[in-house]
């Protein structure tokens, strides 16, 4: 079997999410030698040449670590859309499913309208009137991911300090996502093809006081700091029976919701009250041999070389049997094949 590696160009320089990028190039490029013929590294980016090496490479299957083109996140369901016209099999999510995961306003909408428990929002854009959706708050931009933009700064107590963090983020963004903060535990729901793997847990009890038990951009990226001390992954997470399976029967809704394939990820905080609150569906996690999904999957006994190939059986099964021909129909319809 012969697969292309697809991934943004730009990890090549070296910035924090990227440098992340790399480990799981090399990880995810050896565990498919474990079993492919062929694996060739096809880096993306806004030249559009990586489209006619995938065309021309008569690969078996795409194994899609894209997370945008040259670092721009907004990007990201373009590639995926690319591979749907071109027929090719790839891993992950379809391109409406990312778009739609991407924009955390839509998403949250779409979740909410489902009947889910996500924390009351409000979507702001230069030159809105700002509401309350409760206090503490937190504030992120709209169309990112790798906790992006988030930073201690990003809660807030007050109307004033809203406002003030708002202003400050559109110096980078023209759009915030305003939700209200839930204190309490943070754990993550991960989903590999239509399993759920084992809950994982942040335990924030080394978070230095009087800083907010976040997931932050220093929290992921700064190893060492104190913020990444503070937030220590633990899984499988101590939660009651019942507590996990509505925890999971929550995320099995929100996947499908969403429409996503493959593998996947759910954070929720959960309350004093021991209620869980739907934060993110990620339908594109870090999978890094130490990433959560990774580290979840291994509490199952998933070896690291086993769970790339589940994602790609599942790709396979998916879209494999004749897809390539189903699109080049679609295409000759169209008038574009």
Known sequence: MKIALLFDGLSALGKAP?????DSIEAVESALLDWATEV????VSNDGRWVERVRKGKFD???NLVEGIDGEAIYEPMVISVLELLGIPFTGSSSWTTALTLRKNIVNGVLDRAGLPVPRWSHVRRGDEITSVGFPAICKPVAEDASVGIEQR???RTMRGLSARIEAMFEGWDEVLVQRFIPGREVNVGIVGDEVM???EIDFAQMPRGMWHIVSYRSKWETGSDEDLGAKPNCPADLSEDLSNELIAIARTAWNVVGGEGYGRCDFRIDQSGR???????ANPDISPTAGLARMAGVATIGYSDLIRRICDHALAKRGENYTERWAKTLRLSGLG
């Open 198 to 200: 084992p809950i994982a």
């Open 18 to 22: 990227e440098v992340q990028l790399l």
């Open 40 to 43: 060739v590294r096809v880096p």
């Open 61 to 63: 299957l795409v194994f």
């Open 276 to 282: 869980p609150w739907l934060l993110e569906v990620n």
């Open 154 to 156: 990003s809660v807030v």
